[in-house]
């Protein structure tokens, strides 16, 4: 699978959020670093198709994404940052009214919104309202809705954010597991969790494309003159070098 963006160019007004990028995202997981400011929320935003394009072309399998429509939403799945939404909601109301708002319907939708409880380990917890759960499991319940559809493309926005390390393990780990016939890309400011399951890495930075490779390529490239204290180089090094501001 590809979905590839081309010179793509977003602009607000007098500021240039994304300026010419260009990057192909192959299955697998793509980590998607750089500063506040970056470009990622644009790029991700212009992915979903919830902002629109000044310039360029964004194509899945050769396709442009705008001309495929509903087509190319069906194969989408998205994971936004925010948790603060449908607090009153059982889990399962909550996931059967994201699967019909994503068009399924029927004994489709109750099947796909049980194996998706289920994958995320809150079936037995479904009953319970959403507002009432840890920020772990918030955070598996806007996984869940993501993964309705089966989708081919799956978008994370700071999934691991806010939680304790055991929950962030967990749903690390979860997340390498889905990527296995999937294009995954994950935003995240915690760069342990992208060196830890990422199969390439893209830097951006103030809109551009700085590197794409993989994390020990990345490390690899640090210059000598890069000299980290008592640690071995990381990931984090590669950001503080390459990214820092």
């Not at 699967?99 to 994958?119: A, H, I, N, P, S």
């Amino acid at each position: 699978m590809e979905l590839k963006l081309e010179n793509v160019v977003k602009r607000y007004g007098s500021f240039t959020a994304l300026d010419g990028l260009t990057v192909t995202f192959d299955t697998g997981i793509c980590g998607i670093l750089g500063a506040n400011g970056a470009g990622k929320s644009t790029m991700m935003n212009l992915i979903t198709d919830n902002i629109k394009r000044d310039g360029g072309s964004i194509t899945f399998e050769g396709r442009d994404i705008l001309e495929m429509g509903n087509e190319f939403r069906a194969v989408l799945g998205y994971m936004p940052q925010q948790q603060g939404i449908y607090d009153r909601m059982t889990a399962l109301s909550f996931v059967t009214y994201m699967g019909r708002l994503k068009g399924l319907k029927g004994r489709l939708l109750r099947e796909q919104t049980e194996q998706v409880l289920r994958l995320t380990n809150l079936w037995d917890v479904k009953h319970k309202a959403v507002g009432q759960f840890s920020g772990g499991m918030k955070q598996r319940a806007l996984l869940a809705q993501a993964l309705l559809g089966d989708p081919k493309v799956l978008i994370l926005d700071e999934p691991t954010a806010g939680l304790d390390p055991r929950e962030r393990v967990r749903i690390r780990n979860f997340i390498s597991e889905l990527s296995k016939d999937r294009i995954v890309l994950l935003a995240t400011h915690i760069v342990s969790d992208i060196e830890s399951i990422a199969d390439k890495v893209i830097l951006m930075k103030r809109g551009k494309l700085i590197n794409t490779a993989t994390p020990a390529e990345l490390i690899a490239s640090l210059p000598e003159s890069w000299t980290p204290v008592a640690h071995y180089p990381s990931l984090e090094d590669v950001y503080l070098c390459f990214l820092g501001e």
